[in-house]
């Protein structure tokens, strides 16, 4: 039997009362009228910060689902485990909400939305807090569908300058810019040499729009010391780019923790 799987706001979450409110319009209806969920069914709720609640439906309406918390699980975060942030350019159509998506899927800690010289998509502030709703949603139902138990922070839409000069003030942090077009070592191989020579605590992988980066803004990561990483002879797309490079250092990690925990690294 399938237990689904959703991941709610904090505020609907009463844990001195063993119980959960749903009153999100979106979530009560996929409950309620696609789920066809009754009272009695048993649903897995998370709060996005590694707390996952076994529940028990208890009321239905129309307008908020309540659920009895049975038990309640914590899956802490892997502190020898480097965080993996990823910056990327505002990309045109569907392919930016498709990059969150995987993104999410995969498991970043972070997602960093920016513009750069070449961008192509240029947003209004009247239209960002509808954008930011919808990324978050999607992000939210990739996280629940590859059952993760951290939901990636959304960071708010910079200037990829003002970015690459915040990186670069961080001691602990292994800053990667996607190079395409360039002489460049493959990204895998530059970060196993940059984890044998620092203790990364964050990997940063910067990824730029449809266009590329302008000669100023590489300048500009040269300065601030961004390694450059190629990922093969083929030029991807932005958004294969970004969810190519971030699948590729998630298998990393996880084959060099392996190691390390079975004694052979």
Same mark, same amino acid.
Request: proline residues 3%; aromatic residues 6%.
């Given at each position: 039997?399938?237990?689904?799987?959703?991941?709610?706001?904090?505020?609907?979450?009463?844990?001195?009362?063993?119980?959960?409110?749903?009153?999100?319009?979106?979530?009560?209806?996929?409950?309620?009228?696609?789920?066809?969920?009754?009272?009695?069914?048993?649903?897995? +709720?998370?709060?996005? $910060?590694?707390? #996952?609640?076994?529940?028990?439906?208890?009321?239905?309406?129309? @307008?908020?689902?309540? =659920? *009895?918390?049975?038990?309640?699980?914590?899956?802490?975060?892997?502190?020898?485990?480097?965080?993996?942030?990823?910056?990327?350019?505002?990309?045109?159509?569907?392919?930016?909400?498709?990059?969150?998506?995987?993104?999410?899927?995969?498991?970043?800690?972070?997602?960093t939305?920016?513009?750069?010289?070449?961008s192509?998509?240029?947003?209004?502030?009247?239209?960002?807090?509808?954008?930011?709703?919808?990324?978050?949603?999607?992000?939210?139902?990739?996280?629940?569908?590859?059952?993760?138990?951290?939901?990636?922070?959304?960071?708010? +839409?910079?200037?990829? $300058?003002?970015? #690459?000069?915040?990186?670069?003030?961080?001691?602990?942090?292994? @800053?990667?810019?996607? =190079? *395409?077009?360039?002489?460049?070592?493959?990204?895998?191989?530059?970060?196993?040499?940059?984890?044998?020579?620092?203790?990364?605590?964050?990997?940063?992988?910067?990824?730029?729009?449809?266009?590329?980066?302008?000669?100023?803004?590489?300048e500009?990561?040269?300065?601030?010391?961004?390694?450059?990483?190629?990922?093969?002879?083929?030029?991807?797309?932005?958004?294969?780019?970004?969810?190519?490079?971030?699948?590729?250092?998630?298998?990393?990690?996880d084959?060099?923790?392996?190691?390390?925990n079975?004694?052979?690294?």
């Amino acid at each position: 039997m399938t237990i689904h799987r959703f991941i709610v706001a904090k505020q609907y979450i009463d844990e001195a009362n063993a119980r959960i409110t749903l009153t999100n319009p979106s979530q009560v209806h996929q409950i309620t009228r696609v789920l066809r969920a009754k009272p009695k069914d048993t649903f897995e +709720l998370l709060d996005g $910060d590694g707390n #996952l609640y076994i529940c028990i439906l208890s009321q239905i309406t129309r @307008n908020q689902v309540v =659920a *009895e918390i049975s038990s309640k699980k914590h899956e802490p975060e892997d502190t020898k485990r480097p965080k993996l942030n990823v910056v990327v350019a505002l990309l045109k159509g569907d392919q930016f909400e498709m990059t969150i998506q995987k993104l999410s899927e995969i498991g970043v800690n972070s997602i960093t939305p920016c513009f750069t010289a070449h961008s192509v998509v240029r947003l209004k502030e009247s239209d960002l807090e509808k954008r930011y709703e919808r990324w978050l949603s999607i992000a939210k139902e990739a996280t629940e569908q590859s059952e993760g138990f951290y939901l990636p922070r959304l960071e708010s +839409l910079q200037n990829l $300058d003002q970015i #690459l000069k915040d990186l670069a003030k961080k001691s602990d942090a292994l @800053n990667i810019i996607l =190079a *395409e077009r360039k002489s460049s070592p493959p990204l895998l191989h530059l970060i196993e040499n940059g984890m044998h020579a620092q203790s990364a605590k964050e990997l940063n992988l910067v990824v730029g729009p449809e266009g590329g980066f302008s000669d100023q803004e590489f300048e500009l990561a040269q300065k601030l010391e961004f390694k450059f990483a190629s990922l093969g002879k083929r030029v991807f797309k932005a958004g294969t780019a970004a969810i190519t490079a971030a699948g590729a250092v998630n298998f990393y990690l996880d084959d060099m923790l392996f190691k390390r925990n079975i004694g052979t690294a």
